[in-house]
């Protein structure tokens, strides 16, 4: 069974830090992008950024773009997501989602299956 | 980057009732469309992929299909446990980007 879990809830005060994470199982980590997405309260889901394992090509979104990092732990199957100085606006849940589709062309594919979610409360 | 354009934003219908929720790309996507859905507090789901097609588990009374740059998720007979948020996604090209979502509510 194919299977994301990410990391617990994290509440933080604006400026620090932080570094969530997404531990895949069940299918071969390398050879399928892992994105992150967001979503602010009540609000709609939002793309930050996206990357292969295989090779690491990552690509964000240009809101995301400079304002976080997406790595991942090849020895470990696990994909992060990290801050170096968070904002108030960066309260949200994020989720991380493996794509399907077709090997590692990005175009055309589909999130499947998600993890969890993460809750990232960041406070002044 | 493309636009999706979801409508309605909300919805109240009844059970039984045949639903139906639109996208509309600012251009061409080809078929790279994919449908999921959210119930609160959950993670969302994938209910159509690549436009028409539906994964495993997914009850049939969901469908989609494409004209154009128009999208249509139909949901043939709403049932209690259809009640939730969906959203369209294109795979087209990056940006990924989501439609704003439909609630759909109980009348």
């Known amino acids: 069974e194919v299977q994301l879990v990410q990391s617990g809830a994290e509440v933080k005060k604006a400026g620090e830090p932080l570094k969530i994470s997404c531990k895949t199982s069940g299918y071969s980590f390398e050879s399928y992008w892992i994105a992150w997405v967001r979503q602010m309260p009540g609000k709609g889901l939002e793309w930050m950024g996206i990357i292969y394992p295989g090779d690491s090509n990552t690509r964000y979104s240009p809101s995301s773009q400079g304002q976080v990092i997406i790595s991942v732990d090849k020895s470990i199957s696990t994909a992060y997501l990290q801050w170096s100085s968070l904002k108030t606006s960066d309260t949200a849940i994020y989720y991380c989602?493996?794509?399907?589709?077709?090997?590692?062309?990005?175009?055309?594919?589909?999130?499947?299956?998600w993890g969890q979610g993460t809750l990232v409360t960041v406070s002044s | 980057d493309i636009q999706m354009t979801q409508s309605p934003s909300s919805l109240s219908a009844s059970v039984g009732d045949r639903v139906t929720i639109t996208c509309r790309a600012s251009?061409?996507?080809?078929?790279?469309l994919n449908w999921y859905q959210q119930k609160p507090g959950k993670a969302p789901k994938l209910l159509i992929y690549?436009?028409?097609n539906l994964p495993g588990g997914v009850p049939s009374r969901f469908s989609g299909s494409a004209s154009g740059t128009d999208f249509t998720l139909t949901i043939s007979s709403l049932q209690p446990e259809d009640f939730a948020t969906y959203s369209c996604q294109q795979s087209h090209t990056t940006p990924l980007t989501f439609g704003g979502g439909t609630k759909v509510e109980i009348k």
């Open positions: 989602a493996r794509l399907r589709g077709f090997g590692d062309l990005l175009s055309g594919g589909w999130f499947d299956p």
């Open positions: 251009q061409s996507i080809a078929s790279d």
């Open positions: 690549a436009a028409s």
